[in-house]
Structures are given as C-alpha cells and as structure tokens.
C-alpha cells in the first residue's frame, strides 16, 4: 500500500523504496484545460543553471538521460523515468510542475495526484484538487532534493503565471526574437540565449500559418505570426497553499502576504522589456509587469538541526504559527474565521511543534515508537495504541535511589499524538549521533531509538554530595519542557548555574558541585540560600540551558 502523503510531507527515498529506478507519474485533468507537464534540474543553489536538465516535451530527456519523459501512461497524464544514481552531482533537486496550456485557472481542475513507481510496485502517492488553489496557472507538484541522501517532498505550491514566468523563477531565461526578420540565423550553441532548448529538442508539429519556421529559438513565436491583442492579466494572488488555502467563507479572496523569495532569489516576473509578439499558445500570456511576487513555502532555508530547531517551512521570526490567515486579510466573521490562527501545522516532520506548548509526534514517519510521560496525551488521530512502558526491578530502584526516574509509556501504530504537560514550554531537540544530559523532570517525549541512563554528576564541595540526571544518546528527537522560556549559554570557565534552574546541557561538558556554603554560616538568618551551584568546564562549543524557574 502507497505511503499517502499531504502538502509539505517529505520523506527520505529510502523509506520508500530501496530501488534507484523510479516511475513517477502526474495525473492532472480540468474540462477544457490542457496542460504542460515539465521537470526542473536545479542545483544546489536551486537554479535552472544547466538548459539540458529543463525536461518537457520540446527537450524529453537529460544528457545522460537520468531524466526522461515518458508520455501518457497507465492512466497518467504525464510520466517521467528518474534514475537516482545517474543524476549528476551538479543536480541537487528535481522539481516536477504543471502548468494550463493556453487560459484557465487551477481552481477549474479536478482530483490529480503525483505518485511514485518502484519495482511495478506504488510507493508513494501525493493527492491535490482545484479546492486548493485560486487564480493560480502552474503548480509546483513535488521534488526530489538532495541532503545528504536523496528525499521526496510533497509541495503542492501554486504559481501565478504559466510556464513562461515559471522558468523565470527558477533562473531560466526565454529566448525572444529582436527583429522579425524571416531568413534570421539560428544562434550558435556557445552563444545561446539563457535558455534556448538543443537543435534535437525543436517541436515537430506542423508549422503556423506564414513564413518557413526558423529554427530553435527557445519560446520565439515563428517569424511572420501575427502577434494577437495582449490579453489582461489575471489579478496576482499568491496567498501560500503550503498548508491550506486561504480563502475565508465567502470566497473572498485575500492578498499576497509578505514573504521571503523562493529558493534564495527575487526574479522578475514580467515579461522582457521591449517584447513585441507573445510567446505561442500554451506558455501562457505575458504579464503585466508588476513588483516581484515571492513565494512561500517549501525550498527556504531552514535552521541547523538542535535546540529550539523551527519546524519546516515556518519563517525564521514569524510571530504567528505557520498557517495562520495572512496579517492584513480579511477575516471575515464566524467560527472558522476567528479560529483560523489556530489551525494544525502540518509540516511532514516527525516531530512539529503547533505551539510553543503542544507538540505533535507523527508515528508513521520513522518507523519507531515513542515514548513520552503517562499522561501527558491530550490528542492524536489515527490508529494508536498506548501500553505501559516498565523500567524493570533494577531501573526503579536506581530511579527510587537518583530521584531520575520516569514513568513512561509507549505509542505505537500509524496515526499522530499530541502531547502538552501543565502548559509548560516545549523545545525538540534533534539529536544526530551526539548526546545531551537532561534531568528527567524535564524530559516530556522522545524517539524509542535513543539510548539513556542515569549519570552521576561528581561533587566536592559537600561531603559525600552529588546529583544525578538523565543522558539520552543516537539519532532522534528528544522533547525538553521548560516553565518559561529558557536561555541557552556557551560553557565558560566561570559558568556556576543553580542546580534547580539547569535544565540540560552538552554530555562532553564536565560538571561539578560547587558549595559556597561554610559550616559556621549554615545557621544564620541572612543565609542567600544559593549554596549549592553546578561548575561547568567545556571546550568551546559546548552549552548550557537554563529555565527562569526553579524547582
């Protein structure tokens, strides 16, 4: 059975299949729409640098044909052949699109879906519908991406404009006749313009009407055609649909938010200065030159894995949750308006944050369980099953013994689960190999895969004291709760932290009890009752978090 995936999902490849040769097929259909169906080689900064990885119906496959367009077939509209290990490594991302042939809108097409072959077998599939987009004429449907290892990202981005301004976003550029000379030269490959599709890649079909075509100019209409009357632009409306459209009861439509360029670039949306005929049906209208329209969602970047790691596709220092109306739209009136803010978040992680004090634990991606503290479920969807997680006879008693013990239980099946603890603050925290020490008053969940144990903490400045916490080691995620929100401070030789304010810190730190407490003082009545800190010596690089709250 295909892994159903929805907007902003993405998965590593080798989840999905362990194959490198993959189908992936586009199914995508409208009354009265046609469309182009196109795959964009882009590299690592996510440009249309190299022409020869632009794969569409003029150009059907890549030099070494690690891309290649296969036709319709078995009940898709477009299909395209992609062999991983044949990708060049200059390609980091491939990102297949749709774009309507001539005039129409996305909202006019109906149920579509982009899924994933391997074997003869279907590994993946992404479903949309026209509900999810307005005025938009392209979609960017999904991409294959490069980090680390090859993953799919379901991206389901509309686009305002057709082919045309969507080559342009990704770097491209159209090739436009300067004189409508008929017996004009065709231009030499090492003078071509931006992008100018090879001599092998010039449509087939039958000629228009008027003069012998020329040969390949990119999108140049043939010389001699009778350029038709400009047609009116549709209003731009690039609301994101990463999460969901934003359209509020009553089909009223709200204006573009601000937001950070696409894919680390401000192209120019409007067509060329001094064009003089349009491009020929089916690459769409040239439109009205206007302010560059940016683009939210998938491909900006995203933080360094760690400690109060943002969820996908949130914009660094957006204060509302991703997902939220617009700031400026309009919001209308009724209960779905008002809790429009509050919407879940869904961005294809395992682990997401829909606030700073709920977080969302998807069982299905990673394969693993989680564990996290009895009780502190509040909601999950799917089919979940919760059981009783034991520590064994030996782990209650050094639990009894250290003050370290956790009362867990275990979630496993395929759905998602919810957890929030008292209101308290909540921070993922990705591990990759490394470790961290975390006292498990403050351990909220975690991924089953990552080891822990109780580690003594060395003390001198009491007899015989010491104080005990949590370290979790591996690869996965561990969720921190803090009352308040918490400060994060580089290890120095002078860094003395109160033991009921610490809450986790780097496991390569060394730490320490310090007493500044003296027998003969014990007793007074002006004590500051700040005898007993934590010392922590470190190699640069190594942190430690404190809460403004002490146990």
Known sequence: MPREFQRGHKARISDLTAGTDLYVGVQISGPGLTFDISCFGLDADERLSDDRYFVFFNQPKSPEESIQLLGAQAGDTESFRVTLDRIPPQIKKLSFTATIDGT????????????????????????????????????????????????????????????EALLKNFGGEVAEEESPAPQQEPPQAAGAPGFAPPAFGAPSGPAAPGPAPQPAQGFAPPAGATPPPPAPSPSVHAAPTIVAPMTPPGGIVPPPSPAPAPFGQQPPYGGPPGQTAPPPPGYGRPPVPQAPVPLPG??????????????????????????????????????????????????????????????????????????????????????????????????????????????????????????????????????????????????????????????????????????????????????????????????????????????????????????????????????????????????????????????
């Open 298 to 551: 998938y491909g900006q970047p995203t933080p360094p894995p760690g400690y109060g790691r943002q969820p996908y596709g949130q914009v660094p220092g957006q204060p509302a949750p991703y997902g939220a109306a617009p700031q400026g739209a309009p919001q209308g009136a009724g209960v779905t308006a008002a809790l429009q803010q509050f919407k879940e978040t869904p961005t294809g992680q395992r682990w997401t944050l829909q606030n700073s004090k709920l977080v969302r634990a998807d069982l299905g991606m990673g394969g693993q369980p989680v564990l996290a503290r009895q009780g502190s479920m509040v909601l999950y969807q799917g089919k979940v099953d919760f059981s009783y997680k034991g520590a064994g006879f030996a782990g209650r008693v050094v639990g009894n013994a250290t003050g370290q013990e956790m009362q867990l239980m275990r979630c496993t099946g395929q759905g998602q689960v919810f957890f929030a603890e008292r209101s308290t603050h909540l921070h993922p925290v990705e591990l990759q190999g490394d470790a961290i020490c975390v006292s498990a008053e403050n351990v909220l969940a975690f991924d089953e895969g990552l080891q822990y144990e109780v580690r003594r903490v060395e003390g001198h400045g009491i007899p015989g004291g010491a104080l005990f916490t949590m370290q979790f080691q591996g690869t996965g995620t561990i969720v921190v709760k803090t009352h308040g929100t918490p400060v994060v401070l580089p290890v120095t030789p002078t860094t003395f932290v109160d033991s009921n304010a610490v809450v986790a810190w780097s496991a390569a730190a060394q730490v320490i009890v310090s007493s500044q407490v003296r027998m003969r003082r014990n007793a007074y009545p002006g004590h500051t009752g700040e005898g007993v800190n934590l010392q922590f010596r470190a190699a640069p690089g190594n942190f430690v978090v404190v809460q403004p709250y002490e146990v």
């Open 104 to 163: 129409g809108q996305m909202s006019q097409i109906g149920p579509g879906y982009l899924r994933i072959v391997a074997g003869g077998e279907e590994v993946a599939r992404y479903a949309f519908s026209g509900s999810e987009f307005t005025t938009e004429r392209a979609v960017m449907l999904g991409d294959f991406y490069l980090k680390d290892v090859w993953r799919f990202a379901a991206v389901g981005q509309g686009f305002d404009g057709g082919l």
